[in-house]
């Protein structure tokens, strides 16, 4: 079993930045792929960010985040990070973290096994 928290989401200003923190229980944190997904209201829930267990030398991002967003990862820590930047009002939505069961990455929720609860992340115009 894993139990996820996220932490570091709030309110900025368009252009502004936020770094998002997961810290997931468990021993065998390193060999968990991560991922992070949203959901803002009266949308379904989409894909964000993603990293590969181990080293985290793989990671994928949404086209609508690419370039602005990075994901990392922190074994010693049993942290995973999204440092986001450049942040628009669309990029406004409670932000989730996921742990999967593999060291490959995914990029759709099911794929999944663990969750976070989420932390609001707010984007003013």
């Known amino acids: 079993q894993v139990q996820l928290v996220e932490s570091g989401g709030g309110l900025v200003q368009t252009g502004g930045s936020l770094r998002l923190s997961c810290a997931a229980s468990?021993?065998?944190?390193?060999?968990?792929?991560m991922g992070w997904f949203r959901q803002a209201p009266g949308k379904e829930r989409e894909f964000v960010a993603a990293?590969?267990?181990?080293?985290?030398?793989?990671?994928y991002y949404a086209d609508s985040v690419k370039s602005r967003f990075t994901n990392s990862r922190d074994n010693a820590k049993n942290t995973v990070y999204l440092q986001m930047n450049s942040l628009k009002p669309e990029d406004t939505a409670v932000y989730y973290c996921?742990?999967?069961?593999?060291?490959?990455?995914?990029?759709?929720?099911?794929?999944?096994?663990?969750w976070g609860q989420g932390t609001q992340v707010t984007v003013s115009s």
């Open positions: 468990g021993r065998t944190f390193s060999s968990y792929a």
């Open positions: 996921a742990a999967r069961s593999c060291v490959v990455l995914a990029t759709t929720a099911d794929n999944y096994d663990y």
């Open positions: 990293i590969s267990g181990w080293s985290g030398s793989t990671t």
